[in-house]
């Protein structure tokens, strides 16, 4: 399994823009599909965005499509999530998730945590209005 560490989590304004990246390591990165969630006390973990193994397909939760966009970089083992037009709705954890054998599909129907069998620790990310 691959190793996940986050990083880039902050404070940022209403409207802000922040970057949240996603380190990997431990095996071959190329070969699994990434995810991002977000978590607030309380409530449970919900989807963002995922990414294909090769970047080619992506997926992206309604609330943050169009503000959010996920991007990779095989040979630097890292997952971006840029996150531009910030809301106080968007804070919460955020954790970078991976698996082999998910498949990214654009569709209305979102991932569960239990598709993905690796997670990093979270960072947060809190935008004030």
């Known amino acids: 399994q691959v190793t996940l560490v986050e990083s880039g989590g902050g404070l940022v304004q209403a409207g802000g823009s922040l970057r949240v990246s996603c380190t990997a390591s431990?095996?071959?990165?190329?070969?699994?599909?990434v995810a991002w969630f977000r978590q607030v006390p309380g409530k449970e973990r919900e989807f963002v965005a995922a990414?294909?193994?090769?970047?080619?397909?992506?997926h992206y939760a309604d609330s943050v499509k169009r503000r959010f966009t996920i991007s990779r970089d095989n040979p630097k083992n890292t997952c971006d999530l840029q996150m531009n037009s910030l809301k106080p709705e968007d804070t919460a954890v955020y954790y970078c998730?991976?698996?082999?054998?998910?498949?990214?599909?654009?569709?209305?129907?979102?991932?569960?945590?239990?598709?993905?069998?690796?997670w990093g620790q979270g960072t947060q990310v809190t935008v004030s209005s």
């Open positions: 998730a991976a698996d082999q054998f998910y498949t990214v599909v654009d569709g209305p129907k979102f991932p569960s945590t239990a598709e993905f069998g690796s």
């Open positions: 990414i294909s193994w090769r970047g080619s397909g992506k």
């Open positions: 431990g095996d071959t990165f190329s070969k699994y599909a």
